[in-house]
C-alpha cells in the first residue's frame, strides 16, 4: 500500500501543489488529491515511480508495510518477531 501522508508530506516539503505534482505525473489534481486522503491505496507500479521520481524520493518511502497483509512469499512461514523463514 501507498503511504498517502509520506506523500503528502514530501510533496510539501519541496512547496510542491497537488495541481503540480499531477501535473508532473501525469495526472489531474483530483487524483492526486485522492491518493492523500487515502481514498486511492493501491496504485500501479509506473504511477508510484513517477510520484517517487518528481518527490525526489525512492519508491520505497511511499510504500507503508501492512503487517496483517498477506505473506508475500509463496510457501514462506513467519517466525517469532514477524520475519519470514
Known amino acids: 500500500m501507498i503511504d498517502n501522508n509520506k506523500i503528502r508530506k514530501r510533496r510539501r516539503e519541496l512547496d510542491m501543489s497537488q495541481e503540480a505534482l499531477g501535473k508532473a505525473v501525469g495526472q489531474d ?3 492526486i488529491s485522492n491518493i492523500e486522503h ?3 491505496k493501491d496504485i500501479t507500479a509506473g504511477s508510484l515511480a513517477k510520484i517517487a521520481r518528481t518527490l525526489q524520493v525512492s ?4 510504500i507503508r508495510l ?3 497483509a498477506p505473506t508475500p512469499l509463496i510457501g514462506a ?3 517469532e518477531g514477524g520475519r519470514y523463514a
Open 29 to 31: 489534481q483530483a487524483y
Open 38 to 40: 487515502g481514498r486511492i
Open 66 to 68: 501492512d503487517e496483517d
Open 59 to 62: 519508491m520505497e518511502e511511499l
Open 77 to 79: 512461514k513467519r517466525r
